[in-house]
Each structure stands twice: as structure tokens, then as C-alpha cells.
């Protein structure tokens, strides 16, 4: 955060000086660069986590499609997991923070207000499509473990399925609760001296 320290002691100093403008190229340029490095930051962590969700489709297609006899239930279920995750990580992979899709031709204030649009539409994902994900994931399990265990006695069966589900409703929304966090402590900052930056850039108009 060495550039908002370098930022915060050149807006005191602006506003000091009534009859000195300031500089917004040089605050977007500033605002930009801390932006850019934390673009790389969550670059880096999202290449692992693709990495991650192949490894994981991989052992999926075998477990289910290769190793053991493939059914019709078994197919179709892989079949929806495999299109939500692709479609659920697209999402996710899209709306996150690109500084080059963002306008910083146009004046510093708009260019902050992209920016924060795109951290809220980041935390509104979460909230919703995150969850929706997550239905998805335990109706297509439920449905592979219902050809699984096809031979176990029924009420067996449905404590299983129960058991099952209730764990992964918990892993769900412990997920976006962690994620929430995340967004507390990574993002947040961030969007509280960038509404700085914008309060103070509104003034000197």
C-alpha cells in the first residue's frame, strides 16, 4: 500500500493549496499501478485453483466414467457437473478484476466507480450464483450415489443421501462465508481508499 501513503500525503498537500487542481492523470496513474498488482495477486491464485477444478474434473470422469461401469444416471449427472462447473468458473474467471477493460481515458471518478462496480458484482456472485452452484452440485451427486449404492437397504440409503447433503450445504455456505471474509479483507481496503480518492477528487472540482 506504498502508493496510497504516497497518494494520501499528495491529496493533503492539494487540498492545502486551494489554488492547486489536482493532478487526476496522476492519481489514475497511481490508482491504476495499485490495482495492477493486485490483479496479479488474484491472477495467481485463480491459475492454481484452475488447476485445482481440472485435476478434479479428471478424477471425476475417471471415478465415475472409466473406472467403474458408466450408467445412464452416472453419465448425465457427470454430464451437468461438468457443464456447471465450466459454466459456475467462466462467470467467476470473467468478473474478475481486468484494469485493462477498464476506461482510464475518461476521468478519474468514473474510473474509480468501474472499479467498485466490479468488486459489488464480485461479492453479489457469491452470494447468489454461488449458491445456486452449490444446488446444483448436490442434486447431481445425489444422483450418482443413487446409482452407486442401488444395492444398499432404502433406509440406509436415505440416511446416507441425508447425511451427504447436510455436509455439503455446511461446506457450501462455510465457502461463501470464507469468501465473504476474503472480500472483507482483500477487497474492502482496497474500495475504501479508492471511495477516498473519489470523495477528495470530487472536492477539488
Known amino acids: 500500500m506504498k502508493e496510497l501513503d504516497v497518494l494520501k500525503n499528495n491529496w493533503q498537500k492539494q487540498k492545502a493549496a486551494s489554488e492547486i487542481k489536482m493532478d487526476e492523470g496522476k492519481i489514475t496513474e497511481s490508482a491504476l499501478s495499485m490495482l495492477k498488482k493486485f490483479e496479479k495477486k488474484i491472477f495467481r491464485i485463480n491459475a492454481v485453483k484452475t488447476a485445482g477444478i481440472i485435476i478434479a474434473v479428471i478424477l471425476l470422469i475417471y471415478t465415475m466414467l472409466i473406472a467403474t461401469p ?84 432404502g433406509l440406509e440409503r436415505i440416511g446416507f443421501h441425508t447425511v451427504m447433503s447436510a455436509l455439503l ?37
Not at 477498464?102 to 462496480?117: A, P, R, W
Not at 461446506?171 to 477528495?200: Q, S, T
Open 70 to 153: 458408466p450408467t445412464v444416471f452416472k453419465t448425465a449427472a457427470v454430464a451437468v457437473l461438468l457443464i456447471s462447473i465450466t459454466v459456475f468458473w467462466t462467470r467467476y474467471l470473467k468478473l474478475q478484476l481486468k484494469t485493462a477493460k477498464f476506461n482510464v481515458k475518461e476521468n478519474s471518478v468514473d474510473f474509480i466507480d468501474e472499479v467498485l462496480k466490479n468488486f459489488s458484482a464480485q461479492r453479489e456472485f457469491f452470494k447468489k450464483d454461488f449458491k445456486v452452484f452449490g444446488a446444483v452440485l448436490i442434486a447431481a451427486l445425489n444422483i450418482i450415489y443413487l446409482d452407486l449404492l442401488n444395492g444398499m437397504p
Open 169 to 205: 450445504i455446511a461446506v457450501l455456505f462455510l465457502g461463501i462465508k470464507f469468501r465473504m471474509r476474503r472480500f472483507r479483507n482483500e477487497n474492502a481496503p482496497i474500495e475504501k481508499e479508492l471511495i477516498k480518492i473519489k470523495d477528495d477528487l470530487k472536492e477539488s472540482l
